[in-house]
């Protein structure tokens, strides 16, 4: 089961999956997408609302009838929002607890005993989560998203030692700046030239494809391997505050 599937590295991660041979189940808000993406890819689709406990179970209920289920790769969640703390809109931080935390934990809740059933038949399952360079370090004006990922990255560490003893891997993946279509677009309000701004003149960042094909081999590793945690950004961005604008190039040696 891919969540956020309806675009980005969601939508990315559906259609790596299947290239790799695996049966998915894409999952998002807009059906309409959904659908598009199932006709193309061959995978399945389910509308859901995450932060609906009543929806979420109903999915599980869906998936569970389906067949076993495999793995989990978490991605749905969010950015509202680019305040600073004193003067942040509440209802935007709330938004970002409930998308990127409390489904989280919905979700983990709700799919452990499918996993473990497909475990225990097939040696190991597997949950993936999408997280963010926001989780390890801070930045003006995120403190919103920060505390959200940070928490949902607190959440993964904590239940990769909670299924310590299991054959259930957990792992982590962490991108740094990622030009896909919507996300941006979403933290700022709908603002394209905002949104822009902020990829302009940024030699080569991610793509929602390269993080898809890190989830991709995180999951088909050996069943013993488990990538605690995959941090990546663009080599233009050497750290959170550290980004390069203007083609990438080699320095002239330095004189003796």
């Not at 609906?52 to 389906?66: F, H, N, R, S």
């Amino acid at each position: 089961m891919v969540t956020g599937a309806s675009s980005g590295i969601g939508e990315a991660t559906v259609r790596d999956l299947r290239a790799r041979g695996w049966d998915v189940v894409g999952v998002a808000r807009r059906a309409d997408r959904l659908q598009a993406l199932a006709d193309e890819t061959g995978a399945s689709a389910i509308a859901c609302d995450l932060t609906d406990q009543d929806a979420v179970t109903a999915l599980l209920a869906e998936i569970d009838a389906a067949g076993p289920v495999h793995a989990l790769v978490q991605v749905a969640g969010g950015a509202r929002g680019t305040d600073r703390v004193e003067n942040g809109s509440t209802a935007d931080w709330q938004w970002m607890y409930d998308v990127n935390v409390l489904a989280t934990q919905r979700l983990v809740a709700g799919i452990l005993p499918l996993l473990r059933r497909a475990a225990a038949g097939d040696g190991h399952g597997d949950l993936v989560f999408v997280t963010s360079t926001a989780a390890q370090t801070a930045y003006a004006g995120g403190g919103g998203y920060n505390a959200a990922k940070a928490a949902e990255s607190m959440l993964v560490k904590a239940l990769r030692q909670e299924l310590n003893g299991e054959p259930i891997r957990v792992v982590e993946v962490a991108p740094g700046l990622v030009h896909t279509e919507e996300f941006t677009l979403n933290r700022l309000g709908g603002d394209q030239v905002a949104a822009d701004a902020v990829y302009a003149g940024v030699d080569a960042p991610l793509t929602a494809h390269d993080v898809a094909d890190v989830i991709g081999y995180a999951l088909d590793a050996p069943g013993h391997v488990n990538l605690d945690l995959i941090t990546m950004r663009p080599v233009a961005q050497s750290a959170q505050h550290m980004l390069a604008r203007g083609p990438l190039r080699v320095r002239p040696e330095l004189e003796d």
